[in-house]
């Protein structure tokens, strides 16, 4: 009697152990499926020939302002930054937007690790003739933060961690964001 009970469960477990994707001896390669891969979630919007918007920060009247770029892929964060120190083109310009930037703070370049971005920078000549630190640095984290892979940026120099202003004056040599440079955001 033990025995005609043991006999269904035994049953089932056989059936169940026999269900699923048989594991083969060694690894085998697999063929990527056709078509593009998605981007992540957040990273840009692209439109169907692949174009992906690109946000830089630039200054008007003393504030921060958001511009949207479209370019052919969404650069690495070095490229973002170069971008953004190229300054804004001549329709921006029209429009009344510059940047803090030149004059200002050297930059030498960025990396990321993980979600924040290190920015390097150089020791500036002693009269740069521009005195709006706070507007600079801001462009730099405001441009960068929109990125949805970076969430805070930090800056360095000669690979000591630098204090840079805030928009309330005080300085942090901690990754900033852009709640950092709300009070300069042009809303």
Not at 88 to 101: I, Q, T, V
Not at 114 to 137: C, I, K, M, P, S
Not at 181 to 186: E, G, I, S
Request: aromatic share 2%; hydrophobic share 40%.
């Amino acid at each position: 009697m033990r025995r005609a009970r043991l006999l269904p469960v035994l049953a089932v477990a056989v059936l169940v152990g026999g269900c699923g994707v048989p594991v083969d001896d060694q690894p085998r390669p697999v063929q990527a499926p056709p078509g593009r891969f998605p981007s992540p979630a957040g990273t840009a919007t692209a439109d169907p020939d692949g174009r992906v918007d690109e946000t830089l920060c630039f200054v008007r009247d003393d504030r921060l302002e958001a511009v949207t770029r479209r370019v052919d892929g969404l650069p690495g964060v070095d490229a973002h930054l170069q971008h953004l120190l190229a300054g804004p083109d001549g329709a921006e310009r029209e429009r009344g937007l510059a940047s803090a930037l030149p004059g200002t703070i050297t930059v030498a370049g960025a990396t990321a690790t993980g979600t924040v971005a290190t920015v390097d920078v150089r020791q500036a000549g002693e009269e740069t003739g521009r005195n709006d630190e706070v507007l600079a640095f801001g462009q730099i984290v405001c441009t960068l933060t929109q990125r949805s892979d970076v969430d805070s940026v930090a800056f360095q120099r000669d690979g000591q961690p630098l204090e840079v202003p805030r928009a309330d004056g005080s300085l942090s040599s901690l990754p900033l964001t852009a709640a950092d440079y709300r009070p300069l955001l042009r809303r």
